[in-house]
């Protein structure tokens, strides 16, 4: 069972997968998009911690920053309905740190962002993984703090929920949101999200 990976990213596909050798061998290793940006460019070290997915038919590497990110995507994993591409989709969409602070606030609306992801299958995980992530006595001001200093994930959260006010569909604001940084002055970014949704795509 692969663990992890340390060795040199050799290849990156845009569909998300990504090929980094150790010792000669290339691993085809399935990522985020978050993750595959953060791995750098070709020829760079690369370390990831890897969930080695063992099925009767076929066997299947993914890739992750950190453990925490790992066992985030192995507790969507056992969570009925959750196959890996979903899982992956929804930490794309929602970093630990940042799915925490959804399943503490009872954002269904987040949730509904994740592509293919509706109301009903929403509201499901959110009693589902509250259970399953380590939710108890929960300092959402924390959460928010660290998020605003790593990823960026609770000042995107601020323009997601904006957009949601203002009316926009859960597709036009994934779209938008996938193209802003993940850090900056939110009212900056809500403006820079109105003016790409007023440009016909």
């Known amino acids: 069972m692969i663990g992890s990976l340390r060795g040199r990213l050799i290849d990156r596909d845009p569909t998300g997968e990504v090929l980094v050798e150790c010792a000669g061998v290339g691993y085809r290793v399935t990522v985020t998009a978050a993750t595959s940006i953060a791995l750098g460019d070709l020829g760079d070290e690369a370390f990831l911690y890897v969930h080695h997915h063992i099925r009767e038919t076929e066997q299947a ?4 920053p950190s453990r925490d990110e790992r066992g985030a995507f192995e507790i969507l994993l056992s969570t009925h309905g959750i196959g890996p591409k979903l899982a992956l989709d929804i930490l794309d969409a ?9 399943l503490a606030n009872d954002d269904v609306d987040a949730l509904c ?3 293919g992801v509706g109301k009903k299958t929403a509201q499901r995980l959110l009693v589902e993984l509250k259970s ?7 300092d959402l001001r924390s959460l928010d703090t660290v998020a ?3 990823n960026g994930g609770s000042v995107l959260h601020d323009v997601r929920e904006a957009l949601i006010g203002l009316g926009y569909s859960p597709d036009e604001i994934r779209a938008v949101v996938a193209d ?3 850090d900056g002055d939110p009212a900056e970014l ?3 999200a ?5 440009v016909p795509r």
Request: hydrophobic share 45%; net charge positive; aromatic share 6%.
């Open 132 to 138: 399953k992530l380590d939710l108890p006595d929960v």
């Open 148 to 150: 605003s200093a790593g």
């Open 94 to 102: 929602h970093p630990p740190v940042e799915l925490r602070r959804v």
């Open 113 to 115: 962002l994740v592509p």
């Open 194 to 198: 109105l003016r790409r949704l007023a």
């Open 190 to 192: 809500i403006s820079d």
């Open 180 to 182: 802003l940084p993940g």
């Open 61 to 64: 590497l993914y890739g992750f």
